[in-house]
């Protein structure tokens, strides 16, 4: 989503309601010199403190599910239970870091091309995204 787009356009495009809490979410999203990377309640909890703003869980939700579904956010599904946004939404791999539980874009250029051998029968393939999960190497801790 463009810097300087009008929030309350955008979020009737979408098919929500402009309330001050979801311009303020939108601010908080889009009006950002880096990509930012965040599950739902990582969200919630940087609205309540850098924002000091009271929004429900299911507003926040649903306005970063109306996002995502417009392609304005990419999701990220680490495992069954974790998933994060990103607001890059161009196609581009990650690190996940197990400990920190922090996600960390990996640039296009730091991949070789991968070779895929196989593809499903009528299907073209869109993209191919790698997430990377790293801890710590505890062998040369010693």
Do not use: W
């Given at each position: 989503m463009p810097k300087n787009c009008n929030f309350?356009?955008?979020?009737?495009?979408?098919?929500l309601r402009p309330t001050k809490q979801r311009v303020k979410l939108c601010e908080l999203l889009f009006l950002r010199e880096k990509t930012f990377h965040f599950t739902i309640n990582d969200l919630v909890k940087k609205i309540s403190d850098e924002m000091?703003?009271?929004?429900?869980?299911?507003?926040?939700?649903?306005t970063v599910h109306a996002f995502q579904k417009k392609g304005y956010l990419k999701e990220i599904a680490i495992n069954s239970d974790k998933t994060y946004?990103?607001?890059n939404?161009?196609?581009?791999?990650h690190f996940y870091d197990e400990e920190t539980h922090e996600?960390?874009?990996?640039?296009?250029?730091?991949?070789d091309s991968i070779?895929?051998?196989?593809?499903?029968?009528?299907?073209?393939?869109?993209?191919?995204e790698v997430?990377?999960?790293v801890a710590?190497?505890?062998q040369n801790q010693n």
């Amino acid at each position: 989503m463009p810097k300087n787009c009008n929030f309350v356009d955008k979020l009737r495009e979408i098919g929500l309601r402009p309330t001050k809490q979801r311009v303020k979410l939108c601010e908080l999203l889009f009006l950002r010199e880096k990509t930012f990377h965040f599950t739902i309640n990582d969200l919630v909890k940087k609205i309540s403190d850098e924002m000091n703003e009271k929004i429900s869980l299911a507003t926040v939700y649903n306005t970063v599910h109306a996002f995502q579904k417009k392609g304005y956010l990419k999701e990220i599904a680490i495992n069954s239970d974790k998933t994060y946004y990103d607001t890059n939404t161009s196609i581009h791999h990650h690190f996940y870091d197990e400990e920190t539980h922090e996600l960390i874009d990996c640039n296009q250029n730091d991949i070789d091309s991968i070779n895929l051998k196989k593809n499903i029968p009528g299907k073209k393939i869109k993209s191919v995204e790698v997430l990377i999960k790293v801890a710590s190497d505890n062998q040369n801790q010693n």
